[in-house]
């Protein structure tokens, strides 16, 4: 018997912490930047005279308005509802918070970092602090703790952004250089652009390479000012340059959007392959050819950012359980023993996923087509709205576009379906888009 195509629900949990799961947030963006940032050295020149000036300037606010959006999901993204839904509704931290107990406390703080919604938590009661974990960080989130009675016992201080963590995603989103300053110090082992005061905008030489950089302000956790740093080099500028501004503008926003999907089979999707490969229920459920114990192993590993599993052993498929409009999938054999018992494929994204990404992260429209049958593609998520969007047909694979009194331009990301199959990504950006 091979178990159909099921969903796993999220039981008992609020909408909130569905989004939770389904985010795993940018984990699936940085497959090109995952490496902690290393402590560099950018001497701050003025900027060459052969510099594309206007053209840099046009990629640099768009990647800036990127990186800006990737830092504001640590202060009211769907990160900040998720984390602010695990340390409320915490009763073990509850509890000890409110017996004064700290070693109680301490492990359940452990344990909400763990899940890898925030990445500090500080207590306070009683006026005097509590407890505090995790490290360097950005953006702090603030909100108060209730006890059983319904009366505050205590107040939080909390961060979705390690420093390093943003560093590593915003780099990877951008393709470029992510310092962090505070007043004349450079913190977090990022690029050092030198001591002393640093305009806000300029130029700067990073190993003889010509820079052009501008910032944006943020905020240290606990507490202070911060300063983020984003510094794009003039060949990658020049390789984005358009006729006007607004072609330069809409290159740069594909090269995002080509990034955002092409980490969907980054290194995060590749950590979880290695996850399910070391799975023992998995491996022997597969081995011994039990579909119904197939599908309870796969359904326990839902819940580290993967959205769907297939898998196969002998030509037959055991079971088959996530979403139905999935993207990106990654094929891998499974092993036992060092003999090949059946095979996985696997998503950490579905077409929703994607979709919010997109949207978030870059301000873009999404219209997703694929082939489910004989006939035109079929639309299987948009988000220009409730109402129904447009047939493939009707939507040009770049150019310029109306849709609803609005101005777009469009341009495709070749992707491909769950288990297989092509899935064609129609992008709208939003002209005015700066």
């Not at 984390?83 to 009763?91: D, F, K, N, R, T």
């Not at 763990?114 to 505090?132: C, K, M, V, W, Y």
């Not at 006007?244 to 980054?266: F, P, Q």
Request: aromatic share 6%; hydrophobic share 45%; net charge positive.
């Amino acid at each position: 018997m091979v178990a159909r195509v099921k969903k796993c629900p999220l039981a008992g949990r609020p909408r909130i912490a569905a989004l939770a799961l389904a985010v795993g947030l940018l984990a699936s963006v940085c497959g090109c930047g995952s490496t902690p940032a290393a402590r560099v050295a950018a001497a701050v020149t003025p900027q060459p005279a052969d510099a594309p000036s206007a053209c840099s300037a046009a990629v640099l606010d768009t990647l800036s308005s990127v990186v800006q959006r990737v830092y504001l999901e640590g202060v009211h993204g769907e990160r900040i509802g998720s984390a602010e839904y695990l340390i409320e509704h915490s009763q073990a931290l509850r509890t000890a918070v409110e017996t004064g107990n700290r070693t109680l406390a301490r492990a359940a703080a452990h344990a909400l970092l763990a899940t890898g919604h925030l990445t500090d938590l500080s207590i306070t009661r009683g006026g005097q602090s509590f407890l505090e974990v995790g490290g360097a960080a950005l953006a702090p989130l603030h909100g108060t703790l209730v006890g059983a009675a319904g009366a505050p016992i205590g107040s939080y201080l909390a961060s979705v952004w390690a420093d390093n963590g943003f560093l590593i995603e915003a780099r990877g989103i951008s393709q470029g250089l992510v310092a962090l300053r505070a007043g004349t110090a450079t913190v977090a082992g990022s690029p050092a652009l030198g001591s002393g005061t640093v305009p806000d905008v300029g130029a700067a030489t990073f190993e003889h390479a010509a820079y052009s950089y501008t910032s944006f302000p943020a905020e240290a956790y606990p507490s202070g000012a911060l300063r983020v740093y984003l510094l794009i080099p003039a060949r990658m500028s020049a390789s984005l340059c358009g006729r006007t501004r607004e072609d330069t503008v809409v290159n740069t926003l594909r090269s995002v959007a080509h990034l955002i999907y092409a980490g969907e089979s980054g290194q995060s999707a590749q950590k979880q392959v290695r996850r399910v490969q070391r799975n023992q229920a998995l491996l022997q459920a597969v081995a011994n050819r039990e579909p119904a114990a197939t599908e309870a192993a796969i359904k326990t590993l839902l819940n580290q950012h993967i959205v769907r599993m297939r898998v196969s052993a002998g030509g037959q498929l055991l079971s088959d359980v996530g979403g139905p409009y999935v993207l990106a999938p990654i094929d891998a054999a499974l092993r036992l023993h060092g003999h090949t018992v059946g095979s996985v494929v696997l998503s950490i994204q579905d077409d929703e996923g994607y979709l919010r990404l997109t949207r978030r992260l870059a301000g873009l429209d999404v219209l997703m087509y694929m082939n489910t049958g004989p006939g035109a593609p079929q639309l299987v998520k948009d988000s220009l709205g409730p109402a129904p969007g447009p047939p493939l047909a009707s939507v040009p694979a770049s150019g310029s576009y109306r849709y609803r009194g609005h101005t777009y331009r469009v341009f495709t990301v070749r992707a491909e379906a769950f288990p297989s199959g092509p899935l064609t990504v129609r992008v709208l950006v939003p002209i005015p888009y700066l």
